[in-house]
């Protein structure tokens, strides 16, 4: 089955740092370009950050450029997101989602991440 | 950076009877390499989003008929042609020819 599952959400104070993974099964990860997705609860979705297959190329939303890093490792089969310096506007659920002809064919459950003191 | 505006924010509609929503963008969406990425999801309540259309008009794997894409430039449309109580839930545009935006999302529900 084709899979994606997120994890490493949680509470963290503000200027604090989180780590979130996502773990891909059932495709060869490392032939697809991955994105991370957040939604704050009951809002719309917004992009965050992408990544291409061998990880050579990442892209970033302006709101957190300088503070978030994609990376993935294809032998872990594992997508992450390293959020460093989060805010309380970085609260929101965190999806993975894999890319196919510039669409989003398949996505986590999403992971929850809260910023407050 | 491409901005995507939905119209209607809401919908409510009789089951079986159709439905539309429109997705604008700031920007024509034709790539240089011909194609307009625009595709249209799905995320029912409490469930992650799900693909329905890509490439403007091409239905995903599994999703049903009634479900349809149209439009071109900056103009585009999804179509239900007659909505199924299952059919609930939110409704995003996303492009994906420069970075990535979804519009704010158009919320269906029944009457």
């Known amino acids: 089955e084709v899979q994606l599952v997120e994890s490493g959400g949680g509470l963290v104070q503000p200027g604090g740092s989180l780590r979130l993974s996502c773990a891909a099964s059932g495709f060869t990860f490392s032939s ?25 190329s ?23 997101l390293q959020m460093n310096s989060l805010r309380a506007e970085d609260t929101a659920v965190y999806y993975c989602t894999r890319d196919v002809f510039g669409a989003f064919d398949i996505w986590g459950r999403g992971t929850m991440v809260t910023v407050s003191s | 950076d491409i901005v995507m505006t939905q119209t209607p924010l809401s919908s409510p509609v009789t089951l079986g009877q159709p439905a539309s929503i ?21 995320q029912r ?17 599994g999703v049903p008929d009634r479900f349809s894409g149209s439009g071109a430039g900056t103009d585009f449309t999804l179509k239900i042609s007659r909505v199924e109580a299952e059919d609930v839930g939110v409704y995003y545009c996303m492009q994906a020819t420069q970075s990535n935006t979804f519009g ?3 919320k269906l529900e029944i009457k």
């Open chain 1, 32 to 56: 697809y370009w991955m994105h991370w997705v957040r939604q704050v609860p009951g809002k719309g979705l917004v992009w965050v950050s992408f990544i291409n297959s061998d990880g050579s």
């Open chain 2, 45 to 61: 309540p409490g469930q992650p989003p799900r693909l329905l259309i890509y490439k403007i008009s091409n239905r995903f794997s």
């Open chain 2, 104 to 106: 704010q999302g158009t």
């Open chain 1, 58 to 80: 990442t892209t970033y939303a302006d709101s957190v450029k300088g503070r978030f890093t994609i990376s993935r490792d294809n032998a872990k089969n594992t997508l992450y």
């Open chain 2, 22 to 42: 429109s997705c604008r963008s700031s920007q024509s969406l034709v790539h240089s390499d011909g194609n307009s990425y625009l595709s249209w999801l799905q």
